[in-house]
């Protein structure tokens, strides 16, 4: 089975990617239109939906994929390891409120443990891609995937985000 290369945007269906781009990524120059677009965001009843949206994009579903992102452990055991941790974006998400939104998160079952990973590196992750709500106090993951590997990956793995 190919594998497939993605990046955090395709994860958002194309309507939600259109919001959060008009409202998140072309910030205005001044104050003034800052506010403006900050007020129109709060009002905008479908932004807002986008914002904590569960909304999946089908066509990724089954696939063979490979994603970077920054663990956050679930389940940690005596020893330290892990057997399943939240995938986000960008570091810092789930610790910081709020969370992304579910279908920026993706639940990661492993079929071993790892305990050698550190929080505040980025990690590629390869595995199937599923559909499946998963709800922790840290977040919620509208994405679930079973890894095939873990490795630790060097670059900003969410290109489509400005932090």
Request: hydrophobic share 35%; proline share 7%; net charge negative.
């Amino acid at each position: 089975m190919e594998q497939r290369r993605l990046g955090w945007d395709e994860l958002i269906p194309a309507k939600e990617k259109a919001l959060i781009t008009q409202y998140q990524l072309n910030q205005p120059e001044t104050f003034n239109e800052q506010l403006d677009l900050a007020l129109r965001g709060s009002a905008d009843a479908d932004y807002q939906a986008a914002l904590i949206s569960t909304n999946t994009v089908d066509e990724l579903l089954d696939l063979s994929v490979s994603i970077s992102g920054f663990i956050v452990p679930i389940d940690v055991n005596d020893e330290g390891s892990t057997q399943s941790f939240l995938l986000v974006p960008y570091f810092g998400a789930c610790i910081h409120y709020p969370p992304p939104p579910p279908n920026q998160i993706i639940y990661v079952r492993l079929s071993g443990s790892i305990s050698d990973y550190d929080m505040e590196h980025a990690y590629t992750v390869e595995g199937i891609l599923s559909k499946g709500m998963f709800e922790d106090p840290l977040g919620t993951a509208a994405y679930i995937l079973d890894a095939t590997q873990v490795r630790a990956y060097e670059e900003a793995p969410d290109t489509f985000r400005q932090h």
